[in-house]
């Protein structure tokens, strides 16, 4: 098997061009009329780089003359040519007798240059400015010696019938250079067919015959107007020929193909490069190197597209390959024709139809430009006859997936790769247009969010670098989910700090990309930053550089910006002891940890400024040795410190305890210029020195005058028992004049927003919504315990990071809190709380405890019989308890099942 050659159709040029040297000019020259590809290969070589058809205008144009000097110095050599080049013409007509009108060769050759300057700029002919002032160089001489040579003749018809038909070849000429050059061979073949017959003929039919009409009425002198009518008309039509045989340049055919018939040689400058006819054999040369040698075939094919006219035998060769392509090799094939082709086109036409969409285009061209009538009519006669992709087989489907990625159209790459998903790699491209698809759709962070990415597909995969990126893509996709449902401030600023940097690399290696999806990943994750961008001011950027400061507070009241999440409580307060006439007296009850005091401490910073809270925790009078006295006197010394008015001396209040007590009040309320709330913390203390006899039965009643006693002074009584449960005669008549206040589980959002904003704005640390939902089923809410597991969980991740120095996510997963709760650490910690609970168990109706160790086996409950057979309890004891242990939030009832509320609890009574 003959190796396939690799072809190198580049000039071969190894420096830029000279002003000095003349024979860069004989070069220039020969590119401007044999060789237009060459101009920008030049650009792309040494000057500055090719701009797109289509991004090129007059600021970039004048920026890139501004800024590179092989520009400036190619618009120079430019003009150098059209002003020398026509004179030396010029002089040489003249030397062999041919009238020449130096007039005429000026206005030809301004209007080359003009025509020049408007195609290297509008159009972005190869770069720029500087090129198409170049390529004007064929036009200002083209109608420079026409319009010269016709003046010198002074034929008024033939003036005008020259006259005109030279503009049009040479508006012909630079056209086709342009557009093989700007936009691609494909429009060099469309507009050169096109252009040469429909420029030829009408242009020679219709300008001829205007000018032959118009300067013939002028110049009747010599010529009548039927004359000029007849001539025109005559010589539209042979020069509409001579138009068309200078746009198919059969002369270059026919000497390039007897050099080039068995092998293209790289260095030729005979090769054809000019010419639509198809070279002899170049479709069997291309169908045998791409059958034999796909990858250096497709190299050969992007040489011949480059640097020739051949686009209509590249079609026909590399249909004519896809289509004996073995389906298991079909997808691959074609994203190899996808890689980097130098025309898009090749793909698209390996699904479209050329000789339809050629069609169209004359109709649309030969209607809207040289008809004169509005482009915009012809192109909207076009879409009736324009054709689209076609799907009939495996090769013309899988072209017109890639083709569509190209476009930016997923939705139709969809459809297109469903055709082939059966095949090699067809379900990737398939899951690869349905992902770019759902990406593409979404334009605000909560679309991002609201994306269901697909599964990806597993190795070996046909675009590794793509999925790579698409991974990145997915994360941004979490991270933005992240920001929307986290309710962390921090958390939510490094989320969204992650999304940024994971596009932000995603543009920065965009260039490894497949060209198929390159463009429409681009602009997906452009649109994406842009759209996240606008949400940063509502976060900062956090960086965790030192150990995180615990927010948690464990046993002690919680106070300041760190007490959240009783706003309920908080609330009624507010409506007893502001917005009221009088200030109401209050009893806060609940079992321990439930946050009682906390409430009370923190209550005063809720309060009208004018009201003032004095807290007084009564475990602290101990036994009391000195009766009534001394508890009164620890009352006064807290409201001294409130209302800074000294308190009666100690032996008024051991002497005279009541009376003392009760004229101190009457002082305070005196000085006082709102109210003041008397807090008495731990109030069962007061049952339990009634009952050791320390204070009388009476100072129930003494307590429930001084609640009756001022509209401005009130109580606040917190403890841990119910009012029904405060059986005893003194106890029943002072409750009924305070307003009891249950202080029970907190609400699961409360829950969440104690862990996951702690009151400390620089929390940095957060939660996965499933870790929040984990630790509120585990305490039910239970204040105490929601504080000692977020303690724990900060603990544990000071010592993974700052001193076993690993690295980890600052954020919480569920399988952190189980690590937390399995240590057998946490339950220590917590012994405060559940010996508090099941202590009080053992208070009250029988057989609490029992119960609780019956259920404690069981967390989804039993039943009452159930219950009843395994305490061995009767039906009354039974529910008497139960109701105490409701009562007391310990167990609950749901669905005639009873079990225990907190999690956490019942594992700890296993464990026992």
């Known amino acids: 098997m003959t190796p396939v050659p690799r072809l190198d159709l580049a000039p071969k040029l190894k420096r830029p061009l000279s002003l000095w040297n003349p024979l860069d000019y004989l070069r220039l020259l020969y590119w401007v009329f044999f060789f237009p590809q060459a101009l920008r290969w030049y650009v792309d070589t040494f000057g500055g780089g090719y701009i797109p058809e289509g991004e090129m205008n007059w600021r970039k144009g004048w920026e890139l003359l501004r800024q590179n000097a092989i520009q400036r110095q190619l618009l120079f050599q430019g003009l150098a040519l059209t002003v020398v080049t026509p004179l030396a013409v010029g002089t040489i007509f003249q030397t062999v007798n041919l009238p020449i009108d130096w007039f005429g060769v000026a206005v030809g050759m301004a209007a080359g240059v003009a025509e020049g300057v408007m195609l290297g700029v509008a159009g972005g002919m190869a770069g720029g400015v500087a090129v198409g002032m170049t390529v004007g160089v064929a036009g200002g001489v083209a109608v420079g010696v026409a319009v010269g040579v016709a003046g010198g003749l002074a034929l008024g018809v033939t003036l005008g019938v020259a006259g005109g038909l030279a503009g049009g070849v040479a508006f012909v000429v630079a056209f086709v250079v342009a557009g093989g050059m700007a936009g691609g061979v494909v429009v060099g073949v469309t507009r050169g067919m096109v252009g040469g017959v429909a420029v030829g003929m009408t242009v020679g039919l219709a300008r001829g015959l205007a000018f032959g009409v118009t300067l013939g009425m002028v110049a009747g002198v010599a010529v009548g107007v039927t004359f000029g009518v007849v001539a025109g008309v005559a010589v539209g039509v042979t020069l509409g020929v001579a138009v068309v045989v200078i746009i198919l340049r059969p002369e270059t055919w026919l000497i390039g193909s007897l050099f080039n018939l068995r092998t293209i040689q790289n260095g030729s ?13 170049l479709v069997w040369r291309l169908q045998n190197w791409l059958q034999n040698d796909w990858e250096t ?106 083709w569509h990625l190209h476009e930016k159209e997923p939705a139709r790459a969809i459809e297109a790769f469903a055709i082939v998903r059966s095949l090699l790699y067809g379900e990737e491209m398939f899951t690869l247009a349905q992902t770019l698809a759902a990406f593409k759709k979404a334009q605000k962070p909560a679309s991002i969010a609201a994306i269901q990415v697909p599964l990806f597909p597993q190795e070996p995969l046909l675009h590794p670098i793509t999925w790579k990126v698409l991974v990145s893509l997915r994360r941004v996709v979490e991270d933005v989910q992240f920001v929307n449902r986290s309710v962390s401030r921090s958390a939510r600023s490094l989320a969204l700090n992650r999304a940024l940097g994971e596009l932000t690399k995603t543009l920065n290696q965009a260039d490894t990309l497949p060209q198929a999806e390159q463009g429409l990943i681009i602009d997906i994750a452009q649109t994406w930053q842009e759209s996240l961008l606008q949400i940063t001011g509502e976060v900062g ?129 005196v000085k006082l210029d709102g109210g003041l709330i008397i807090a008495l913390d731990e109030f069962e203390k007061i049952e339990d020195l009634i009952e050791a006899k320390k204070i009388p039965i009476d100072f129930m009643g003494f307590l429930r005058g001084l609640v009756q006693m001022s509209s401005k002074i009130a109580f606040a009584f917190a403890g841990l028992h119910t009012l029904e449960e405060m059986t005893a ?48 089923a585990l305490t ?29 996510d600052p954020v919480f997963t569920v399988e952190d809190v189980e690590a937390v709760i399995n240590d ?17 168990a053992a208070r009250g109706a029988e057989g609490q405890q029992a119960i609780v160790q019956v259920l404690a086996p069981h967390p989804e409950g039993l039943s009452l019989d159930a219950l009843a057979q395994s305490t061995g309890m009767n039906d009354a004891d039974l529910q008497e308890a139960l109701n105490t242990l409701k009562r007391h939030d310990v167990v609950e009832e749901t669905q005639g099942s009873w079990r225990i509320m907190v999690e956490l609890f019942r594992r700890w009574v296993l464990q026992q």
């Open 729 to 776: 005669d003194y106890f029943q008549p002072f409750f009924a004049s305070v307003i009891p206040i249950h202080v029970g589980f907190q609400e699961r959002a409360a829950t969440r927003q104690i862990l996951a904003n702690p009151g400390n704005e620089d929390f940095p640390l957060d939660y996965i919504p499933e870790a929040l939902d984990k630790i509120y």
């Open 297 to 402: 075939g497709l190299h050969n094919v992007n040489e011949l597209l480059a640097y020739t006219l051949q686009f209509i035998p590249v079609i026909q060769a590399v249909n004519r390959v896809l289509a004996k392509i073995p389906s298991e090799q079909l997808i691959w094939t074609v994203s190899q024709l996808a890689t980097n082709p130098f025309d898009w086109n090749i793909v698209r036409f390996a699904s479209a139809s050329l000789d339809e969409t050629l069609k169209s285009r004359f109709i649309r061209n030969l209607l809207s430009f040289y008809f004169f009538l509005p482009r915009s009519w012809g192109e909207g006669l076009q879409t009736r006859f324009n054709t689209d992709t076609r799907l009939d087989t495996p090769a013309h489907a899988a072209a017109a997936g890639f």
């Open 541 to 669: 950027e956090i960086c965790i550089t030192k150990p995180v400061v615990n927010p948690y507070v464990v046993g002690d009241p919680v106070q300041g910006h760190l007490f959240v999440g009783r706003e309920d409580i908080i609330r009624q307060l507010e409506e007893l002891w502001v917005m009221g006439n009088q200030l109401q007296s209050v009893v806060l009850y609940g079992h321990r940890r439930m946050g009682k005091t906390s409430i009370l401490v923190n209550a005063a910073n809720c309060l009208d400024s004018q009201i003032q809270l004095a807290y007084v925790n009564l475990l602290r009078l101990g036994d009391s040795p000195q009766g009534v006295g001394e508890v009164l006197m620890a009352i006064c010394d807290e409201i001294s410190q409130t209302v800074k008015l000294p308190a009666p001396a100690d032996a008024d209040l051991l002497n005279l305890p009541y009376r003392t007590f009760e004229r101190y009040l009457k002082q305070v309320e």
């Open 780 to 808: 039910h809410g239970q204040p105490y315990l929601v504080q000692l597991l977020g303690f724990q969980l900060v603990r544990r991740y000071n010592d993974f990071v700052f001193e076993q120095g690993r690295s980890r």
């Open 269 to 281: 400058w005979l090769l054809p490069r000019i010419t639509l006819l198809p070279l002899p054999n």
């Open 824 to 840: 057998s650490e946490f339950f220590k910690r917590g012994r405060y709380y559940f010996d508090g609970v099941w202590g009080q």
